[in-house]
């Protein structure tokens, strides 16, 4: 029922067995390019990277870094129901390469790119005939799960249901703020709570599905990743104090509590009233207690503070969206307007490394310690025409940020006693990055867009190899094995 680059997205990574795992992440629908091949039908993505004016480089996902040729890959699903066996085959290829190598697959389900057949059809997400999600992703435990050990539902189902169906900055671009002059259609003061209630059921009964057929024959693990900001209040008052607990309850706790105590936050149900959906009997039955372990994005950190009634009623007056419903402003701005944090090149990524382990005390104090991994965390530099590639690879701020947010991920596990079993870097290589097109580089490989894509280590990549057997990886269960898995990996 979905289109090619929704049903796996890679978080490659090498396995102790013990405690931990490292790897890095991709995305089919921002490397694999080939969109016309193979059966491979259009996503809400490619339909909205190519409307004038979305991406700020004018740019689109239909080459990619064209992993789809320099690695063979490609699940394709039409929209309708019907299976490309093509598609499967080329995943059946890719997933039993990476075990040759040592390398053992995080597979994530959906990444954002709904088929636009299906968006056509009954708007999506929108829709209660979505849950033939589950037919989609049992699909994938039928092909794979002899192999595949560990599945994510959804990446970031906050960031769809805001981006996409809110302020409609993303696919599939709807909203209503400013009287539609930005999005042809949409309501963004109803659609982001339909959106993120139909994922929610659709990740239980797709582990409904894997956990009443699959687990016990194929002894593997599910879950769902979640992006979120770390929030720290703007000043010490408690209002402020108050309107940060209100950010982390309508970003983390807006998916994390049904899945963990069967019901949104109670601000949630407070502020938003009859527009918030409502679980029923069955839909706890179905929802709570659903995953093995919780992905976490993390990038950043922002401040939180109350925005006060009348700014509070004028911008619900003005905008009419699900945004201003927790009464809260959130910026990497203090006072004066000092930064939170050095800037990457992404203008919402400040580097605070601290967060990340402010954020897994607070899942471990208030979600009861669930397992956690690091699904996505990495920075980005600009993407310079004018800089000599051999200049692009000497990325010392990534190297910097990478050691600061795993050195206080480490503090978190040694000494608050946090149970995170992995940390995956965003990204491997450089890629198509959503509207940011490709102007951000994330990777830990150079890409050469002007050479036929050529790859380039940079030197994080060196500086990883020598941390796989440092100290830090020791203590977490990562050894000189892990670093002769991860090696082959980055190679490939």
């Not at 997933?95 to 390398?103: D, P, R, S, T, Y």
């Not at 002899?146 to 809110?166: C, L, M, S």
């Not at 967060?355 to 471990?364: A, E, K």
Request: with cysteine.
């Amino acid at each position: 029922m979905f289109s090619a680059s929704n049903c796996l997205e890679k978080n490659h990574n090498s396995h102790n067995q013990h405690s931990f795992v490292l790897g890095t992440s991709i995305c089919p629908a921002r490397y694999e390019g080939a969109v016309k091949e193979d059966g491979r039908g259009p996503s809400i993505w490619d339909t909205f990277s190519h409307t004038f004016g979305k991406t700020i480089d004018f740019s689109n996902a239909d080459e990619a870094v064209d992993q789809y040729h320099l690695f063979h890959v490609h699940l394709c699903i039409d929209g309708t129901g019907k299976i490309n066996q093509a598609g499967v085959d080329h995943y059946n290829k890719l997933v039993n390469a990476l075990l040759a190598q040592g390398i053992e697959p995080y597979v994530t389900l959906y990444h954002w790119d709904l088929p636009q057949a299906l968006h056509d059809k009954y708007n999506g997400w929108l829709s209660p005939q979505i849950m033939t999600f589950a037919t989609f992703a049992e699909t994938c435990f039928e092909n794979y799960g002899d192999r595949v050990k560990h599945w994510i539902t959804f990446n970031e189902p906050h960031t769809i249901a805001i981006q996409g169906y809110d302020v409609g900055l993303q696919a599939p671009g709807r909203c209503s703020i400013f009287l539609n002059l930005f999005c042809h259609e949409g309501n963004s003061a109803t659609e982001p709570y339909i959106v993120a209630h139909n994922m929610l059921l659709s990740h239980g009964t797709a582990a409904d599905i894997y956990k009443k057929k699959y687990k016990a024959k194929q002894q593997g693990s599910l879950g769902i990743s979640l992006d979120v900001i770390w929030f720290e209040p703007a000043t010490n008052t408690t209002d402020d104090i108050e309107a940060t607990q209100r950010a982390q309850d309508f970003q983390l706790g807006w998916f994390i509590e049904p899945l963990i105590f069967g019901n949104y936050p109670i601000s949630m149900r407070n502020r938003v009233g009859e527009r918030l959906p409502n679980f029923t009997k069955n839909d706890v039955t179905l929802v709570k207690g659903s995953l093995d372990f919780v992905g976490i994005n993390h990038y950043t950190t922002f401040y939180a503070q109350s925005n006060g009634f009348l700014l509070r009623d004028l911008i619900g007056k003005v905008l009419n969206d699900s945004l201003a419903d927790s009464g809260t402003l959130t910026l990497p701005f203090g006072e004066n307007l000092k930064p939170i944090g050095d800037r990457a090149n992404s203008i919402w990524l400040y580097i605070v490394p601290r967060g990340m382990r402010s954020l897994m005390n607070y899942i471990r104090e208030k979600y009861g310690n669930p397992p956690i991994i690091i699904t996505e965390n990495g920075m980005d530099d600009p993407n310079n025409a004018l800089i000599p590639i051999k200049n692009a690879l000497q990325d010392e701020k990534r190297i910097k940020y990478h050691e600061a947010y795993l050195e206080s991920l480490l503090a978190s596990i040694k000494e608050d006693g946090c149970n995170v079993k992995g940390y995956f870097v965003w990204s491997l290589l450089d890629n198509w990055e959503w509207t940011a097109g490709y102007t951000s580089r994330f990777g830990l490989y150079f890409v050469d867009y002007k050479d036929k894509l050529k790859r380039y280590p940079k030197d994080s990549v060196r500086w990883f190899k020598k941390f796989l057997t440092s100290t830090w990886s020791e203590g977490t269960g990562a050894n000189e094995d892990l670093h002769r898995q991860t090696d082959t990996h980055t190679e490939l």
